[in-house]
């Protein structure tokens, strides 16, 4: 059974000095954003014009929602202040958490020079520091000083950095914090608020405007608040008091970098027996495991954390299902993670062991900070060596079968029916069928619910408010009473109100539904059909919902080579760029890319028609973009399926997008894209694109298979346009039977590109007699590329062809 929620997250106390040390570590450098607003004229209450100067008058000025929270203001605002050793204006550290924040400020990646800062340069993008071949090419590319949102983070060459922007940006804060000021908002809601905040105002704005712009100031200062609260826990714990002489000793381990994964994802999410079981629901219930995955992966951070005593913020990184927590190296630490695998082992377990957490720690020295590449090397060994002995705290213990029917549940074959009839289901896909339904109405996920939907060990969750801290899906930092942090993980599931603005103005959709002969498809008994707009849509309501061909489409993406990336894309000269902020806001910035634009761009296109110039296109993409279920997008990969049409358009707007996020040509995509009918089994429809995925990587990256074929992106945009155009001959009346003859033709030719056979240079002289016909006489113009073998056009031919014959069938 899951073990009591930790009091940590739910009963208000005095305050923590781990979470004091935290929040003097996170405001630090908040002064850097007030000196650039206030560059020519500074508050007249303000003793200098050093950024530690507006770090402390922060404090003072927003000194009534620190007191709220029990602390002393006075107290707060020199110790984040001082934490300058070699400065004339007197800042040095002179107490134990000022001496805190001073050694967490210099492990965090000594991004900060001292004095004076440039207030004009902008925040370069941390993408520009990788390469994989040679140093990289400057861009000269930064971003604009504004809110955090998506469609935000995309670099120009002339952004906007003029001291008014700075101005609006501080406003921004100082609004945020009088409202906090106005909630009962105890330190661990105002550390999070705070953090929310920050990553609002501060992930645009560069933490070193001389040497090395491409660390925000938000990722700074969260590294520095993790690494704070972890080197005061350690200290308190080893030393049993935190002393500047105890910090000075850089030798020892002080610290755990904890790797935590969830083994068996795919398998997880995919085991669904099929789409011809009856048991109701297959598109709620895929959506439900998926998220399944990404609260388990929440929790188990969250679990560990509260077993230690540290605030969320420590974990430093978190995405595709692994996360890394930095913890200090205590006797408390090792401790709560054995507890914590064994809990977790056992729920597994009884859960059918269809998903396998790993914990693994590595300890090191602060010198590790400055060589961390190497930390996480050593951290990832040891992931794969506990990788190797998965469930080792359980392996005496038999299956928890309890009272359960002996039959297999009838979606996931798995866990143990709850009733001994055909078609009964387990509790957890009982579970995911009313989860699925309730999805499309959510916007917050609680942890530590009374009422759990998920009973996580230690961590109850919950769709809806309710829980002792709060993942909000869409990115709302408004403040709050209760301890929050946004984290999009619900992702978009189509609705009926979704199809009804695809169709025609006017469409009754309950008669087009009976005109498709889809009427009673979606199969829970309990629900019966409801053209309800909140209604998820089934596998088959989105294939009919696609032009030509009622397919659905399925795209993989994944981002290429990410492991190269962040382990020697940063040490391209004999300087290794690889600090601990530069690699953490790396990762949140395509955490970022993957989970928040490309849903937001499924959700929300008109937001990004001017940016990826869709011209008279913008109307159709806006209407059938909302179409495309987002199964996962997370980390570096995307899973997405919905009409064939929309998704494979949709497709080629994500790798433009990708492009324009990123600017650097290291960062690429691979993707398959596979045309299936709606009933086909969710493993078979997975494994499919799954292999056109890795058929994409293995003909060299950058591409996306389709139709069977790995394309070039660079290649797949002209293509799309020789499909459109046969398309529209096919409907101003070219026979179709041309597309078929085409294709034969193609097949021939390969007998010459694949064996040298002569005979497959035959083609040219039969294309010539294909255009003998007088109804195909008119197309030789469009067809003549062909009659060069080695053309995009000749070599790429099912691509286009396929493209718009499916587009066309049935019209």
């Known amino acids: 059974m899951p073990s009591a929620a930790p009091v940590l997250f739910l009963e208000k106390d005095m305050p923590d000095p781990v979470y004091e040390a935290a929040l003097a570590g996170l405001l630090h450098d908040v002064g850097k954003l007030y000196q650039r607003a206030y560059w020519n004229h500074p508050p007249p209450e303000l003793p200098d014009r050093t950024h530690t100067a507006y770090t402390a008058w922060f404090v003072q000025r927003h000194r009534q929602a620190f007191a709220n929270a029990g602390l002393e ?104 914090m009088l409202e906090l000021a106005r909630q009962d908002a ?59 002489e105890g910090l000075e000793r850089e030798v020892e381990a002080k610290f755990l970098l904890v790797l935590g994964d969830l083994g068996g994802i795919q398998q997880h999410i995919y085991r669904i027996q099929s789409a011809q079981t009856g048991t109701g629901g297959i598109a709620k219930r895929l959506r439900a495991r998926s998220l ?48 914590a695998r064994a809990a977790w082992e056992a729920w597994a377990l009884g859960e059918g062991a269809t998903l396998v957490p790993h914990l693994a720690a590595h300890a090191f020295p602060p010198a590790g900070f400055r060589a961390f590449p190497e930390v996480l090397q050593a951290a990832h060994k040891a992931l794969a060596q506990a990788k190797a002995r998965p469930f080792a705290t359980q ?136 053209p309800a707009p909140e209604r998820p849509l089934t596998f088959g309501e989105l294939a009919a919902l696609s032009e030509g061909v ?59 028609a001017q940016r990826l110039g869709w011209g008279a296109r913008a109307t159709w993409k806006q209407r059938r973009y909302p179409l495309i279920y987002s199964v996962y997008a997370g980390g570096d990969d995307v899973f997405l399926l919905g009409p064939w049409d929309a998704v494979l358009e949709f497709a080629l707007d994500l790798e433009r997008l990708y492009r324009l996020y990123t600017q650097n040509p290291t960062f690429t995509l691979s993707g398959g894209f596979v045309l299936v009918r709606p009933k086909t089994p969710v493993p078979h429809l997975a494994a499919s694109a799954h292999a056109a995925e890795k058929a994409a990587k293995h003909a060299g990256r950058d591409r996306l298979s389709v139709f069977g074929h790995p394309v070039r992106w660079a290649d797949l945009g002209s293509l799309a346009e020789r499909a459109e155009a046969l398309a529209h001959r096919f409907e101003e009346g070219v026979p179709r039977g041309m597309a078929y003859r085409l294709l034969d033709l193609w097949r021939l030719w390969r007998r010459w590109d694949e064996a040298q056979d002569p005979e497959g240079l035959r083609y040219k002289p039969q294309l010539h007699y294909l255009f ?40």
């Not at 000022?98 to 925040?123: F, I, K, R, S």
């Not at 993980?489 to 498709?516: C, F, I, N, S």
């Not at 030789?780 to 053309?791: A, D, K, Y």
């Open 186 to 244: 105890d330190l661990k809601a105002l550390l999070a608020n705070l953090t929310a905040f920050l990553q609002e105002v501060a992930w645009c704005v560069p933490s070193n405007t001389q040497s090395e712009p491409d660390i925000a100031l938000f990722d700074h200062l969260r590294l520095t608040a993790a690494i704070s609260a972890a080197l005061w826990a350690y200290h308190a714990e080893t030393d049993g008091q935190v002393t500047p």
């Open 550 to 608: 009622p397919y659905l489409g399925v795209l993989m993406l994944d981002a290429d080579r990410m492991g190269e990336v962040f382990s020697r894309g940063f040490a391209w000269a004999e300087t290794d760029y690889a600090t601990p902020s530069r690699i953490a806001s790396l990762s949140r910035m395509l955490e970022q890319f993957f989970a928040v634009e490309v849903p937001n761009l499924i959700r929300h296109p008109e937001r990004y």
């Open 73 to 176: 203001p006075d107290r707060l605002a020199h110790d984040a202040a001082h934490h300058h050793l070699r400065t004339p204006k007197g800042y040095a550290p002179d107490t134990p958490l000022a001496w805190t924040v001073y050694y967490a400020d210099n492990y965090a990646g000594q991004e900060d020079n001292e004095e004076p800062h440039t207030p004009t340069t902008p925040l370069t993008p941390v993408f520009q520091r990788v390469s994989l071949s040679g140093p990289p090419k400057a861009s000269g590319l930064g971003y604009d000083l504004a809110p955090h949102t998506p469609n935000a983070a995309y670099p120009s060459a002339h952004p906007n950095v003029r001291p008014e922007a700075y101005a609006q940006l501080a406003e921004r804060l100082d609004e945020r």
């Open 292 to 339: 399944e995955v990404a609260l388990a992966t929440e929790a188990l951070a969250f679990d560990v954390l509260a077993r230690v005593g540290l605030p969320p913020l420590n974990r430093v990184m978190s995405a595709g299902g692994r996360f890394y927590l930095l913890l200090p190296n205590t006797p408390t630490a090792h401790k709560a993670l054995e507890a």
């Open 395 to 530: 392996l005496h213990t038999p299956y928890p079968f309890g009272e359960a029917a002996l039959r297999p549940c009838a979606a996931c074959g798995v866990r143990p029916a709850v009733r001994d009839e055909a078609g009964a289901l387990c509790r957890g896909c009982q579970r995911d069928q009313e989860v699925g339904k309730r999805l499309p109405r959510e916007t917050v996920i609680a942890l530590f619910a009374e009422r759990a939907d998920y009973a996580f060990p230690g961590v109850p969750v919950a769709l809806g408010k309710g829980g002792a801290y709060h993942l909000r899906a869409h990115p709302n930092p408004a403040p709050s009473a209760t301890p929050f942090e946004v984290r999009p993980l619900l992702g978009h599931l189509p609705t009926v109100q979704d199809a009804q603005r695809a169709l025609p103005e006017g469409t009754d959709y309950a008669a087009w539904l009976e005109q498709q002969g889809l009427a009673g498809e979606e199969d829970d008994p309990n629900e019966g059909l409801s």
């Open 772 to 811: 003998r016909r007088e109804d195909l006489a008119a197309q030789r113009p469009f067809l003549e590329p062909l009659f060069n073998h080695q053309s995009l056009e000749m070599r790429h031919l099912p691509v286009w062809v396929q493209w718009a014959t499916y587009k066309t069938r049935g019209k």
